[in-house]
């Protein structure tokens, strides 16, 4: 039997009020519960979270490479199996967050397609290359640490399979973090070269971590309706403050200097003040104009063209066993 | 209805992954992947969702095989329960300060 898919699309008659399914949903959203798939939901939040889980899934895929370039050249046998599992728990986080965007109406090629297309958008700070070992320590601690910071909150979006993701990715994601913070620690009790090369890369991943959190809140349009929704619940600037706060101590520990003359307690306000972002940079980035644009978005394209033999042989190789085992005649048709 | 997320546009179908964290736990779904069989979905399942110890079995069921519930029907296909407090021990009250009961 096939039942017909849920009619998401209904408008609510201006004259009647709101449609029975628009005042369900608003009741959910209102008592801060959970919006399933099947659920009847309006078209833009449905556009808002495929846009939003979708670019979130790309940037744990693209994410990989910053720190895939360093798998072959970690200084250690237990740094390199640290890093193999870091990379694979991106991976994987990648497909949890495909999987939870299928559920609204998309499918993961349509995702794929679009990214190697140079269609969608993933997260700028990808777009900064990893020179040095002592980046693998400020991807974990600042990167990673700024994802923490922006993924927690996500863990009670208010669409259920998001939701669900992001606890899982958020489990995991914690290790990350550290093992970052332990690899600039060691090299900060290294020699002077090995302490200087921490604090170089310190350096350049400080400000593009900071603009993970988006543009400030008030050039930051979608915020507010996101907020509405409960799928987000901090804003940009609340975040990026609550993040400097826990930083500024790590450094100390670490024995950092975080690459900001600005950054000062505010006793009055009970948050540290900070210098200017510079949002030019983050736009050049987000248009694509950033230092490693091209080449991430290439090392994905030839990923996937290189695998798409794989892929195919797979499935002939599956449709020919299925045909084997329920006895029926394979044909041209069937392969092809 | 089958669960959300399959398509049959797909290079290789969708499968439901339910892992059974320990013994004496039943089976519960954690998400799903793509895989083009069911060997590979197992192995995917398990790259995938037990990286760190979370189970010691795995099912792996193709989402097109699952049969849901009508969404649209959901209030009056779950209605009959409603109204029915007689069904849980907390309807009974006048047995309350007797001990065992």
């Not at chain 1, 700028?124 to 002592?134: D, G, K, L």
Request: aromatic share 8%; glycine share 6%; net charge negative.
């Amino acid at each position: 039997m096939t039942i017909p898919p849920v009619p998401y699309d209904i408008a609510p008659s201006p004259a009647a009020g709101l449609s029975p399914e628009e005042q369900q949903f608003n009741d959910l959203i209102a008592a801060d519960s959970r919006i399933e798939p099947r659920d009847w939901m309006p078209e833009a939040y449905r556009k808002t979270l495929i846009r939003q889980i979708s670019q979130h899934a790309h940037s744990e895929i693209i994410g990989m490479q910053p720190e895939g370039n360093w798998i072959t050249r970690a200084p250690s046998l237990k740094r390199k199996a640290i890093l193999l599992a870091k990379v694979q728990d991106e991976a994987g986080h990648g497909l949890y967050l495909y999987s939870a965007a299928q559920t609204l109406g998309i499918t993961r090629d349509e995702m794929t397609d679009a990214l190697i297309a140079g269609k969608a958008r993933y997260s700028s700070i990808f777009n900064y290359p990893s020179p040095t070992w002592a980046d693998m320590g400020s991807i974990g601690w600042l990167v990673d640490g700024a994802a923490i910071c922006n993924q927690v909150p996500l863990c009670r979006a208010s669409y259920g399979p998001y939701g669900r993701a992001m606890v899982r990715i958020c489990k995991e994601e914690s290790f990350h973090q550290r093992q970052g913070f332990e690899i600039l620690l060691e090299l900060m009790n290294g020699t002077d070269d090995q302490r200087a090369m921490a604090q170089e890369s310190v350096n350049r991943w400080y400000w593009p971590a900071l603009q993970m959190f988006g543009p400030p809140d008030d050039d930051s349009p979608n915020s507010a309706q996101s907020m509405k929704w409960n799928i987000k619940r901090f804003s940009n600037d609340e975040l990026r403050q609550r993040f400097v706060g826990m930083l500024v101590p790590q450094a100390e520990v670490l024995g950092v200097t975080l690459p900001d003359p600005d950054l000062r307690w505010n006793e009055e306000k009970g948050v540290y003040d900070m210098g200017e972002i510079d949002w030019t940079e983050f736009h050049e980035v987000l248009q694509g104009r950033g230092p490693a644009n091209a080449r991430r978005l290439q090392r994905r394209r030839d990923a996937h063209e290189n695998g798409r033999w794989v892929r195919e042989a797979a499935a002939a190789y599956a449709r020919k066993q299925a045909h084997a085992s329920t006895g029926t005649a394979l044909t041209e048709t069937a392969v092809a | 209805m089958s669960a959300p997320g399959a398509s049959e546009k797909e290079v290789w179908p969708l499968w439901e992954v339910f892992v059974r964290s320990s013994r004496g736990i039943s089976h519960t779904h954690v998400g799903s992947l793509h895989a083009p069989d069911a060997t590979l979905a197992v192995r995917n399942a398990r790259d995938l969702y037990t990286r760190r110890n979370e189970g010691v079995s795995i099912w792996v069921v193709p989402a097109e095989a699952i049969t849901t519930s009508d969404p649209d029907a959901k209030g009056a296909f779950f209605e009959s329960p409603a109204g029915k407090n007689y069904r849980h021990a907390s309807y009974y009250s006048k047995s309350e300060g007797v001990k065992h009961l």
